[in-house]
């Protein structure tokens, strides 16, 4: 077998976080018959399978039990000629092919409508299992396909973007698919043609000033700033984004919300999405909380960005974990008690507390 199985591997490198948890058992794939053997090695070991990209929407609880695979699967290849009738390309990206990257390699093809989705961190595979969204653009607007492989069987398996089942940071690899597959390929339909979709609000006020439609160029280098300006860097002060879903409550429940907050003169935020339930910012709740900046051990709530949790520690010592979720539960009691707003944690939590 070709493949090369670490034990008792470090993965301090392997998340964003920089959590030093461990894994029981480790390797790192790069084509499908590596897949096959180390999905064989779990199997006559009895193993759990825990398929690991970039490690940006992950928070490693305590030393991991089972296999990781690290999925090092690259390419890019293009499906189908140009469809003139569409202005469109049908674009095959591997698994573990960088998110970002892959939206500059597309922009420099002419390859179009990644560009709101630009600085993301992560790899391509892993954009689907939580439907990665930002400025007014999510994976499944532009996702047709993708490829899994079924961790019991073995098999290769096509699923649709409806067999994806995409909603908000959702997806079947959060339901009914978790913990079932790897997905070892992404196919996106870009457009030929720029398509501007500037609707975000902090989009449009980047372009105010501006008279002419902005390139798609202009609008990935747009978000770049934003992003920057707001986000911490996770290779400067190790995170995963955002730590909390931004909650969707009743339009009942929102207008008590302002109700609750009128009498201070405080507009509180919110997105009326279709079917009239809105969306609330969980980082202007944690905010209210009086969390931003915040210190617990390790852990920290970014000084600019209250929905994103950071780890002061990047040592291979201490509890940075434990840390980071027991002030992510501290956030949620608060929460909770103050707004009667239940939050959920969006990464993805490995290991037992
Ligand atoms: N806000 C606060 N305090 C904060 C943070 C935000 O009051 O500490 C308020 C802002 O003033 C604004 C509103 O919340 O009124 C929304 O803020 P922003 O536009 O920055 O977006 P977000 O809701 O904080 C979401 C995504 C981000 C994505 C941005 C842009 C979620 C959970 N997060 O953040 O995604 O980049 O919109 O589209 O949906 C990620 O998933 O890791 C991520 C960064």
């Not at 202005?87 to 998110?99: H, I, L, M, R, Y």
């Not at 179009?112 to 400025?135: D, H, K, R, T, V």
Request: net charge negative; charged share 20%.
């Amino acid at each position: 077998m070709s493949l090369k199985i670490e034990i008792n591997k470090c993965l301090q490198g392997y998340n964003t976080l920089a959590l030093a948890a461990r894994a029981a058992y480790f390797c790192c794939v790069s084509d499908h018959q590596q897949i096959q053997d180390a999905l064989a090695f779990a199997q006559s070991k009895s193993l759990a399978v825990i398929p690991l990209g970039a490690g940006s929407n992950v928070v490693l609880a305590s030393d991991v039990d089972g296999l990781v695979i690290y999925l090092d699967l690259r390419g890019v290849t293009v499906k189908d000629a140009v469809d003139t009738a569409e202005d469109s390309v049908d674009v095959t990206f591997q698994a573990g092919e960088d998110w970002h990257e892959m939206v500059s390699y597309s922009l420099a093809q002419g390859w179009y409508g990644l560009e709101n989705l630009s600085l993301i961190p992560g790899n391509m595979g892993a954009a689907a299992i939580q439907n990665i969204g930002a400025y007014g653009v999510e994976l499944s607007d532009i996702l047709i396909s993708l490829k899994v492989v079924d961790i019991e069987s073995g098999q290769l398996l096509t699923l649709t973007t409806e067999e994806c089942q995409f909603s908000y940071r959702n997806s079947v690899f959060k339901q009914s698919l978790k913990d079932k597959c790897i997905i070892t390929e992404v196919t996106l339909r870009l457009s030929t043609k720029p398509v501007i979709n500037l609707e975000y609000p902090a989009l449009t006020h980047y372009f105010d000033d501006q008279l002419a439609v902005p390139t798609p160029s202009m609008v990935s280098e747009a978000v770049c700033n934003i992003r920057r300006s707001k986000l911490p860097d996770p290779n400067e002060l190790p995170n995963v984004g955002s730590f909390f879903k931004n909650p969707v409550i009743s339009a009942v429940s929102f207008k008590s919300l302002e109700r609750q907050f009128e009498a201070n003169d405080v507009k509180v935020p919110g997105y009326v999405q279709s079917g009239g339930a809105v969306k609330v910012p969980a980082g202007w709740l944690v905010e209210q909380c009086q969390f931003k900046g915040v210190r617990q051990g390790s852990a920290g709530v970014h000084k600019d960005q209250a929905l994103v949790l950071v780890n002061y520690n990047d040592s291979m010592t201490g509890d940075c974990g434990k840390d980071i979720l027991g002030l992510a539960a501290d956030i949620q009691r608060m929460v909770a008690a103050k707004f009667c707003i239940d939050l959920d944690i969006e990464p993805r939590i490995y290991g037992s507390l």
